[in-house]
């Protein structure tokens, strides 16, 4: 079973963000031969607690389960709202709890929304850089949705079938990521301690 993990920072409920992520997650499963298992993800539901997770470094619950699940993910969508020009802070908290090779060599997929089309650079000049030092292996086609795109036609659809045929092509020629155990090297009780595992 082919496994695909969608994380949408969308804020309200709900969002214009969810439902790109809902759509690029069907171009993407429509696209892969045989069953595909979807993880979606709302950040807003986890906001709380991914705080705690930046203080602690450890996520714990429900939060954890979404960072495993992307971590054992064959593919990764990745879908959040434009602030000032970037992602949106809940957006790249959940990347900093993120393990740090959690991302090398993954197939994603980049989406965002926004009010106007001049946000859409925010996806080429903010999320494809953090991407980028992730080591994740990002498709050549974004999608990005402004207001006037949810009015009808045919460019975001055809925008996103293409964008979920690449990420279901790099899914399908990457072999099956290994399941790490978080306990096999566990971090020294006395560097907990000192609060130097974490910075």
Request: a negative charge; charged letters at 20%.
């Given at each position: 079973m082919t496994r695909l993990a969608v994380v949408s920072a969308g804020?309200?409920?709900?969002?214009?963000?969810?439902?790109?992520?809902?759509?690029?997650?069907?171009?993407?499963a429509g696209a892969l031969p045989?069953?595909?298992?979807?993880?979606?993800?709302d950040l807003r539901d986890h906001a709380h607690a991914m705080v705690d997770a930046t203080l602690t470094g450890f996520p714990t619950g429900p939060l954890r389960a979404a960072v495993e699940a992307v971590g054992?993910?064959?593919?990764?969508?990745?879908?959040?709202?434009t602030f000032n020009a970037s992602y949106?802070?809940?957006?790249?908290?959940?990347?900093d709890i993120l393990d740090r090779d959690s991302m090398?060599?993954?197939p994603v997929l980049l989406g965002a929304t926004g009010g106007t089309e001049r946000h859409s650079l925010a996806i080429d000049f903010a999320m494809r850089p953090l991407f980028a030092y992730l080591r994740a292996n990002v498709v050549p086609t974004a999608v990005y949705a402004a207001s006037?795109?949810?009015g009808g036609g045919e460019r975001l659809a055809d925008r996103v079938a293409r964008a979920?045929?690449?990420?279901?092509?790099?899914?399908?020629?990457?072999?099956?990521?290994?399941?790490?155990?978080p306990y096999d090297e566990p971090v020294p009780f006395e560097t907990l301690l000192s609060g130097t595992a974490r910075s």
């Amino acid at each position: 079973m082919t496994r695909l993990a969608v994380v949408s920072a969308g804020l309200g409920q709900p969002s214009s963000t969810r439902l790109l992520a809902d759509r690029l997650a069907a171009a993407t499963a429509g696209a892969l031969p045989g069953g595909v298992d979807v993880t979606t993800i709302d950040l807003r539901d986890h906001a709380h607690a991914m705080v705690d997770a930046t203080l602690t470094g450890f996520p714990t619950g429900p939060l954890r389960a979404a960072v495993e699940a992307v971590g054992e993910a064959d593919g990764l969508i990745a879908v959040t709202p434009t602030f000032n020009a970037s992602y949106s802070g809940l957006f790249k908290t959940f990347v900093d709890i993120l393990d740090r090779d959690s991302m090398d060599g993954r197939p994603v997929l980049l989406g965002a929304t926004g009010g106007t089309e001049r946000h859409s650079l925010a996806i080429d000049f903010a999320m494809r850089p953090l991407f980028a030092y992730l080591r994740a292996n990002v498709v050549p086609t974004a999608v990005y949705a402004a207001s006037e795109d949810w009015g009808g036609g045919e460019r975001l659809a055809d925008r996103v079938a293409r964008a979920g045929g690449e990420l279901a092509a790099l899914m399908g020629a990457r072999p099956a990521p290994p399941k790490v155990d978080p306990y096999d090297e566990p971090v020294p009780f006395e560097t907990l301690l000192s609060g130097t595992a974490r910075s």
